[in-house]
């Protein structure tokens, strides 16, 4: 897998990805979407899905992996490959519309919050 990191930066982001884990004494991460328990490889993809961050804590989502990046808190969250090709039918608990990720590249680490980037409506929370 290529990473849209500049040449070296995604070794350092795999390092950064599993010390995090490590931290919270944990091999595995769940989907934040189905909470389907997701193994962590040593190499990239590091999970069968895509990893994202964001600098605040959904309470709704209750897999998180607290973690700091340039001295900031963040909460690394994973979502499945099922959930993002649409297996599972992942829609919005207020405006009931679908949930598309497919267009998310499977097997990176996105550094802003793939769920709230593109809200379905104004108060979107995303439920199963």
């Keep these: 897998m290529e990473d849209d990191a500049q040449v070296g930066q995604g070794e350092d982001l795999r ?8 931290a919270s004494h944990r091999n595995v991460v769940n989907c934040a979407l189905c909470h389907r328990a997701l193994p962590v490889f040593e190499q ?3 999970v069968d899905g895509t ?6 804590r959904h309470d709704e989502i209750e897999y998180d992996v ?6 900031r808190l963040m909460h690394l969250y994973a979502v499945c490959v ?9 829609i919005c608990i207020k405006c009931k519309s679908r949930w598309d990720g497919s267009w998310h590249q ?3 680490m996105y550094t802003y919050d793939i769920l709230a980037a593109s ?9 199963k």
């Excluded at 607290?66 to 001295?71: N, W």
């Excluded at 099922?82 to 992942?90: A, P, S, T």
């Excluded at 809200?119 to 439920?127: A, F, K, M, N, Y």
């Design 44 to 46: 990239f993809p590091l």
């Design 119 to 127: 809200p379905c409506c104004q108060v979107s929370t995303i439920h």
């Design 66 to 71: 607290p973690c700091h990046l340039q001295g």
């Design 15 to 22: 390092k950064f990805i599993l010390a995090a884990l490590s």
């Design 106 to 108: 499977l097997g990176t």
């Design 51 to 56: 990893l994202f961050l964001s600098p605040s």
């Design 82 to 90: 099922d959930c993002l090709e649409g297996v599972h039918k992942i």
